[in-house]
């Protein structure tokens, strides 16, 4: 009985190290694509085809919405390793519709690059202009599947699959949460920079 206990423990050691090793890969792929977006956002600005504009200030609500959903998720997990299954819920709920009110604001941001003039494609785009809707467009895109993620982890948790033991989902979950927060911040701080 002892060496199964043994054999489910390294098992279970294995699979959260392959998962995470999986995940800080995707990671990393996705920093290169932004690393490469924001170095061609530099290059084109640097070039005098970029246009300067002001960063809507929806963009600073974003970001509150986003470091507040970290807390709440990290929140979410600290209760897991509690046991305090009505807490993860709820905690992965609040995450969840932070989620949503920062991909409305960013909409709203969108909205109102596009009523001062500064397009995505057309005649009147700039390459300045497109990046910056490509820049944050694909943070959105990113968002959006942690989003759906999210809800995965959110069902898990109603059925109270996450405990003290059993919560890899939910810290992966998180991990990726927190790369997005930190992800967003890097682009805001760059783009008001190179405006």
């Known amino acids: 009985m002892d060496n199964e206990s043994n054999d489910l423990k390294l098992n279970k050691g294995l699979r959260e190290r392959t998962a995470k090793l999986l995940l800080y890969v995707s990671i ?29 200030a929806v963009f ?5 919405i986003i470091l507040i959903s970290s807390l709440t998720i990290n929140i979410a997990l600290v209760a897991a390793r509690k046991n305090n299954f009505q807490q993860i819920t709820l905690w992965l709920v609040v995450t969840f519709a932070l989620g949503i009110a920062f991909m409305i604001t960013q909409y709203s941001a969108w909205s109102e690059l596009y009523q001062n ?20 467009g694909l943070h959105l895109a990113h968002l959006a599947g942690g989003l759906l993620y999210l809800i995965g982890v959110i069902v898990r948790s109603s059925k109270q699959q996450f405990d003290a033991q059993n919560h890899l ?17 890097y682009l805001f701080v760059f783009l008001l920079n190179f405006k």
Do not use: E
């Open 169 to 185: 989902k939910l810290k992966l979950c998180a991990i990726y949460w927190h790369f997005l927060d930190i992800l967003w911040i």
């Open 117 to 136: 003039k500064i397009y995505f494609a057309g005649r009147q785009s700039n390459a300045a202009g497109s990046f910056l809707y490509v820049i944050t």
């Open 28 to 56: 990393g792929s996705i920093v290169m694509a932004f690393a490469g977006l924001t170095s061609a956002y530099v290059v084109t600005k640097g070039g005098g085809t970029g246009l300067s504009f002001d960063l809507p």
């Open 60 to 64: 600073y609500y974003s970001t509150a």
